[in-house]
């Protein structure tokens, strides 16, 4: 069965900090993608990056950062520099090879402190 | 604009007192789904639309319908409305399949009471 843990509930850093958001995931496909959201204050859900399977380059985004491990399966997301905008809870998610089903982790609510 | 639009944004209903969210997108987008956010359980898929007349179950159907008559609009249909389904709803959509990346409506809150 497919599953998203995002074990760290809440977690606050002070502003100019960097600080890594874990995913793990359970799946047995082969093919899958994984994806990070973003749901700030004021309730909308904002795509951040999508990522195949078969790509296991890490990616980098101004800020943000993606370090993706098939032998730990895991999809880490790191803010370097955070700023308080950056608060939100974050939502990494997985959807089997069609991408028709998507599975969501819990969620991770970050606090930057100014 | 580039948008999903959902109806009403805020919603108090009765149990058992039929009800319908609307959604509708503007970017000809053919796949659409439905999540529903619980605190502590992250986001659950309702159904998805992998185009017009082709709707399928996500991992939470019960209690919930859904039609996709045109491609722009997939309403969520809750025929006997019960507490268990106050909820946070959004609506998706994306272009191909959901592998693409999600554009969200931007949320319904239920209130069953």
């Known amino acids: 069965a497919q599953k998203v843990t995002q074990a760290q509930t809440e977690i606050s850093v002070v502003e100019k900090e960097d600080v890594t958001l874990d995913c793990v995931y359970e799946?047995?496909?082969?093919?899958?993608?994984l994806f990070w959201y973003k749901q700030p204050p004021s309730g909308e859900l904002v795509f951040l990056i999508r990522?195949?399977?078969?790509?296991?380059q890490n990616e980098i985004s101004g800020r943000y950062s993606w370090n993706f491990q098939k032998s730990t399966s895991s999809f880490n997301f790191t803010i370097t520099a955070s700023q308080v905008v950056d608060s939100a809870v974050y939502f990494c998610?997985?959807?089997?090879?069609?991408?028709?089903?998507?599975?969501f982790g819990t969620g991770t609510s970050l606090t930057v402190i100014p | 604009e580039a948008q999903v639009t959902q109806n009403p944004r805020y919603l108090i209903t009765v149990t058992g007192k039929k009800l319908t969210v609307t959604c509708s997108q503007n970017?000809?987008?053919?796949?659409m789904s439905w999540y529903r956010q619980d605190p502590g359980l992250g986001l659950r898929q309702i159904y998805y639309?992998?185009?017009?007349?082709?709707?399928d179950k996500g991992d939470v159907p019960e209690g919930y319908k859904v039609s996709r008559k045109e491609k722009r609009n997939f309403p969520l249909i809750l025929e006997s409305p019960s507490p268990n389904q106050t909820s946070l709803y959004f609506c998706?959509?994306?272009f191909g399949q959901g592998s693409y990346g999600y554009t969200f409506g931007s949320g319904t809150r239920l209130t069953v009471v």
């Open positions: 639309s992998m185009n017009v007349e082709v709707t």
């Open positions: 970017m000809n987008h053919e796949y």
């Open positions: 998610a997985l959807s089997d090879p069609t991408g028709n089903q998507f599975y």
């Open positions: 998706a959509s994306s």
């Open positions: 990522r195949n399977s078969f790509d296991e």
């Open positions: 799946t047995r496909d082969t093919t899958y993608y």
